[in-house]
T-cell receptor, first 109, second 112 residues
């Protein structure tokens, strides 16, 4: 079973920031926080990952709380093409990659 | 172009007829894995491979076989497909177990 908890769905207005939350209540010290997304039935796409510090790349920013029990993925200027299911995953090298239900983000005009 | 390819993309078959879904990556990745995706159940890992000739079971390995004779290829074999294996299948690869995983486009399998 997935170890993370995400809201099943969210809406966001086009051009606005999309903030997707994730709870990691059982995350262990050596597990990274990973975010992927899946557009329709395409293969999942890696977005970003982090351990303790906040991270930013060309796609998104990742904010991890100090206790690491929660994280937020931020898409700074959401577009219609960002409509997808977003998955957060706790993962270390010794475990399987387990995808939960994810958050279905709908970006609306 | 760096990519993971899967073939076939769509397949309709009958119960008991052996089939193979191929997966190939051109990124010299050591780690490869197979997932199936079903409505309401999310993505579940079937098998993974840390390197050539090294494979291990994932979360739902029953009814599947894999092989890793070459670094670039990781075929998924269904010796005797059954209707409960009707699903959307994804292959993925990465340099190691951590880091960015690259997923293939998916294979939609229907077993009648």
């Amino acid at each position: 079973d997935a170890k993370t908890t995400q809201p099943p769905s969210m809406d966001c207005a086009e051009g606005r920031a999309a903030n997707l939350p994730c709870n990691h209540s059982t995350i262990s010290g050596n597990e990274y926080v990973y975010w992927y997304r899946q557009i329709h039935s395409q293969g999942p796409q890696y977005i970003i990952h982090g351990l303790k510090n906040n991270e930013t790349n060309e796609m998104a920013s990742l904010i991890i709380t100090e206790d690491r029990k929660s994280s937020t993925l931020i898409l700074p200027h959401a577009t219609l093409r960002d409509t997808a299911v977003y998955y957060c995953i706790d993962w270390d090298a010794g475990n399987m990659l387990t995808f939960g239900g994810g958050t279905r983000l709908m970006v609306k005009p | 172009e760096a990519q993971v390819t899967q073939n076939p993309r769509y397949l309709i078959t009958v119960t008991g007829k052996k089939l193979t879904v191929t997966c190939s990556q051109n990124m010299n990745h050591e780690y490869m894995s197979w997932y199936r995706q079903d409505p309401g159940l999310g993505l579940r890992q079937i098998y993974y491979s840390m390197n050539v000739e090294v494979t291990d079971k994932g979360d739902v390995p029953e009814g599947y076989k894999v092989s890793r004779k070459e670094k670039r290829n990781f075929p998924l074999i269904l010796e005797s497909p059954s209707p409960n294996q009707t699903s959307l299948y994804f292959c993925a690869s990465s340099f190691g177990p951590g880091g960015e995983q690259f997923f293939g486009p998916g294979t939609r399998l229907t077993v009648l």
